[in-house]
């Protein structure tokens, strides 16, 4: 039982830590092997291109170097691809998107046709995707093309094509046929946008990228936000077929964002706290257990790595319990999203609040020490004011260079749930008999709480039972565990649970089993005790059983409620049922072994009396057909006569009833078949002799 109440302690210290969501942790190891069971080849190759540059974008962002070997298949599908002349703007896209890590040589005729090809699809595009595809394709080849010579002729005039799919709110249309307008478009014509600046031959008009600066600050205006501080985009009004969950919504408008921040001069003026919530965002989400959901998380926490806006800077502790017993020590650590190093800083703690309360800071101001060699900025000594108990620590993080506050964003301070342990001291227990009258001690008993106890009492209806104990934390304050309880347990399984109240360092319940007669339905006997003291900080947390106290209640009067029924164990039924033992009836006396010979001869003699009369009656086969096919019917009949004959002797050997009355079936479909087609001709025969 013991075992059972510390397993269930550390179940609740884990969901009481993963419910406070201010505690982010950057991409670890674990999305390493997560990401080499997702993205699995299906023999050497994935299903596309697209799937095939998810997967290697992946294992480049997350450096993971033995990573399955899908180059040589990508460069084939690839070189298909560019150069087929059916292959659309969208696998081009796909194509070049795979080749961009792929690094496979596409040579120069087959760039010239496809600078040719994307930049007519520019040409005729209508919708956003068209864009985004074709001019996606060429900033692609640009990149990957030292040679190519690729631009936009009239630059402007495709931004302003791409804007006329603006809305007012910061979002944008797929088309001009479709009033719907999404976060998710955003995304894509901002990253759309941004291919086109880096395309033009000569510098946009400055008010065209006001405007979209304008834009850019109305489409965060409308982000969301959760309690945790993480922000995020969603789509809430798109048509299902066009709809995007938040997370890949919210990738998309990151991508645009970067994508868009690189090619333009000047700042986009938005806070840093925004770009620190939606890092937040991707790494609240965890694990993700699927290929696509795991790409736009990676890929976006990569974009943010490197984007000009701001880079942000995640806390993150190694443990949130922290033993008083062991002496623990406060660990932080402070690293980029994706766990990079960050710049020098200083980590201070500057505040720490008892859970669920608004009282001022435990704690005064204090810097944490820098450990050159762990990277952890570490707090040796937790203040003495911090005693065991749920605690919310305070954190703030200053940057020692003042260039790289425009670089990288910290937030303006953390919160993080912290849980301090402790092994609780547990004095003067004991258990007391009184009268009910006097209130005198009829008997004592010490307890070791800490040991085993195997208290007997007696005790009778005019007599109380007072348990009292008293709790003291490492630091030598009350301590007030989330359960006190005292179970008695009756030798019918009818239990009785008591709150044991406090006042301060003393615990005590007193019973008096004149006011409980009823509810313990004047159940005279045995009563086991057990005391139960438990909390998620407690670290000697107990389920203890104390011993048994004998009850003499009065007899019950007619009406007095009677103990409820006790619950079935539902596994039971499946358990090992009573053994049926059974005796089968002696067999009844056979007779003699000659006796029942001599009546299996006496029943012989009639077949033997039939074939001595075909002997002497000799055999007739003037009827029998000359003819080859009548023959073979006749021959086959009795063949199957006799077949039917074999049977009756097998069945009386071996074959049960079942399996005679199979054959016998078989048997007569083929005498019939084969009878009916001998007596027919033996029907004609004689009615040819008749007429002739």
Known sequence: MARSLAGFLVILIFVSICEAASLFQPISDSHRSAALELFTPDHGSFKSLEETYEALRTFEVLGIEKKPDVIATACRSISETVGSSSSTPKDLFHALKANSIADCKINEKASQGIISRLNAAVNGASSLLDFYYSVGGLVL?????????????????????????????????????????????????????????????????????????????????????????????????????????????????????????????????????????????????????????????????????????????????????????????????????????????????????????????????????????????????????????????????????????????????????????GLIKIENAEITVLDSDLGSIETQKKLDLAGQNAVSLAANHLQKLRLSFQLTTPRGRAFKPHQALLKLRHESNVEHIFVVGNSGKQFEIVLNFLGLVEKFFYLSGRYDIELTVGDAVMENSLLLAIGHIELDLPEPPEKASRPPPQSVDPYSRYGPKAEITHIFRSPEKRPPKELSLAFLGLTILPLLGFLIGLLSLGVNLKNFPTKAVPATFAILFHVGIGAVLLLYVLFWLKLDLFQTLKLLGFLGVFLVFVGHRILSHLAATSAKLKSG
């Open 141 to 421: 080849i640009k990149d990957q093309s030292s040679k190519a010579d690729v631009h936009l002729a009239d630059a402007e005039g495709v931004f302003r094509s791409v804007k006329a799919f603006s809305q007012s709110d910061g979002r944008w249309r797929y088309s001009s046929n479709n009033p719907e307008s999404s976060a998710f478009a955003a995304g894509i014509a901002l990253e759309t946008l941004a291919g086109i600046g880096s395309l033009a031959s000569s510098e946009l008009d400055q008010s065209l990228i006001s405007t979209l600066k304008n834009d850019i600050s109305k489409l965060f205006d409308s982000i969301e936000k959760y309690d945790d501080g993480a922000l995020y985009f969603d789509d809430k009004l798109v048509d299902g077929r066009e709809h995007q969950g938040p997370l890949s919504t919210t990738s998309s408008v990151v991508r645009g964002l970067t994508a868009f921040a690189e090619v333009t001069a000047g700042s986009l003026n938005l806070p840093g706290d925004k770009i620190l919530g939606l890092a937040k965002f991707f790494l609240g989400i965890g694990v993700p257990g699927d290929a696509k959901d795991f790409f736009n998380q990676v890929d976006s926490l990569a974009c943010l790595e490197i984007n000009r806006v701001s880079i942000p800077l995640i806390i993150s502790l190694p443990s949130t319990v922290l033993s008083l017993t062991k002496k623990d020590t406060l660990q932080v650590r402070v690293n980029t999203a994706l766990g990079s190093n960050a710049p020098p800083l200083t980590v201070k703690l500057v505040g720490a609040f008892t859970s669920g309360t608004k009282d001022a800071s435990l704690v005064e101001s204090q810097e944490l020490k820098f450990d050159t060699g762990s990277g952890l900025h570490i707090l040796n000594n937790l203040p003495k004011s911090i005693d065991v108990g749920s605690y919310t620590f305070v954190f703030e993080i200053v940057l020692h260079e003042p260039e790289h506050e425009k670089v990288y964003v910290t937030g303006s301070q953390t919160k993080v749930p912290i849980f301090v342990t």
